[in-house]
Nanobody, 126 residues
Framework: QVQLVESGGGLVQAGASLRLSCATS????????IGWFRQAPGKEREFVAA????????YYADSVKGRFTISRDNAKNTVYLQMNSLKPEDTAVYYC???????????????????WGQGIQVTVSS
């Protein structure tokens, strides 16, 4: 089992920055890819970013590319999502997830992940 706990969310104004953290425990997560997803009210959960187990390969949704940066510190069992230039449309519950997607095509889908955190609210006011 892998446990994931998100932190760092909150209410900010448009243009501000937040850094989300995903603390992991349980089975060694250094071999897992970690993804961030978000879900806004009335919308489906969508992919935000992901990082491979080595911390080198990263993936981003087009909507956040250039504004968000994902990174991981395997020594601390923590993955970060630095969110800059936040927009009201970034408002959502953000989830981190751990998995071993067997195919690259699954990295951007919820199907590629086996373990999920509880989620944390990010609200961006205009």
């Amino acid at each position: 089992q892998v446990q994931l706990v998100e932190s760092g969310g909150g209410l900010v104004q448009a243009g501000a920055s937040l850094r989300l953290s995903c603390a992991t425990s349980g089975r060694a997560v250094s071999g897992y890819s970690i993804g961030w997803f978000r879900q806004a009210p009335g919308k489906e959960r969508e992919f935000v970013a992901a990082i491979g187990w080595g911390g080198v390969t990263t993936y981003y949704a087009d909507s956040v590319k250039g504004r968000f940066t994902i990174s991981r510190d395997n020594a601390k069992n923590t993955v970060y999502l630095q969110m800059n230039s936040l927009k009201p449309e970034d408002t959502a519950v953000y989830y981190c997830a751990a998995g071993r997607p067997p195919y690259t095509s699954l990295v951007r889908t919820a199907m590629g992940y086996d373990y999920w955190g509880q989620g944390i609210q990010v609200t961006v006011s205009s």
